[in-house]
Structures are given as C-alpha cells and as structure tokens.
C-alpha cells in the first residue's frame, strides 16, 4: 500500500487549504488513518485521526476547531480541510495508516501507523 499526500500551499494566516491523501495498492476500508505534521526544527506531531469506519474522530487540541478530518472509503483517501490557518501551523504534513485490522487506541502516537506518505508542505505567512 502506498500513499501520497497532496494540497500544500503558502496560504496568509486566516486562509483555508484543503490536503488530499491517496491511497493506492489496497482498500483500506478496515484501517484508521491519521495526519501529522513536522514543522522545522521540531519533532513529528499528531494532527488529527478517523477510525476504520469515519464515525470517531479526534484532533490535537492546536487545531480543534479549525481542522476537519474525513474520508472516502469509496475513493479510498483521506481528507483534512484546514481553516482559520496560523504561522504556527507551518509544517510538512503526513498522512499515515494505522496498521491494525480495526484498531482504535492511541491513535494520536505515530508508532501504531505501518505506513507513511511522503508530505506535503505548508506555510502560513503571517
């Protein structure tokens, strides 16, 4: 399974991006999926994650209320609609699938995703 992330941008702070992930080689209808971020000079950090189905969701508390994750089972990708973007939300942007058959739990530590997108850039000027 592979998957790619898209949408990045350079957006002023108030702005709104849209990321796209998509995942090819299998249906992942049986897998939470997951977004993170690393901004420069800091360490990898939880965004936002939705379970197998698209019924839970949760989200660092940086961006609750602003961020929106869903996905299309159907199209087999993830989404997540970022509003009200801030300087502080400049990073690279991962999309990430937990490798577990209808895990959820400690969705927001990066060791129980198996794999991993290559990013995407985004920044916020202020």
């Known amino acids: 399974v592979q998957l790619q992330a898209f949408g990045g941008g350079v957006v002023q702070a108030g702005g709104s991006l849209h990321l796209s992930c998509v995942i090819s080689?299998?249906?992942?209808?049986?897998?939470?999926l997951g977004w993170f971020r690393q901004a420069p000079g800091k360490e990898r950090e939880f965004v936002a994650a939705i379970n197998w189905i698209g019924t839970s969701k949760f989200y660092a508390d940086s961006v609750k209320g602003r961020f929106a994750i869903s996905r299309d089972n159907v199209g087999n990708s993830l989404h997540l609609q970022m509003n009200s973007l801030e300087p502080e939300d400049t990073a690279v942007y991962y999309c990430?699938?937990?490798?577990?058959?209808?895990?959820?739990?400690?969705?927001?530590?990066?060791?129980?995703?198996?794999?991993w997108g290559q990013g995407t850039l985004v920044t916020v000027s202020s």
């Open positions: 080689g299998r249906a992942v209808v049986y897998n939470a």
């Open positions: 990430a699938l937990d490798g577990r058959h209808m895990g959820w739990s400690r969705n927001d530590r990066a060791e129980v995703y198996t794999t």
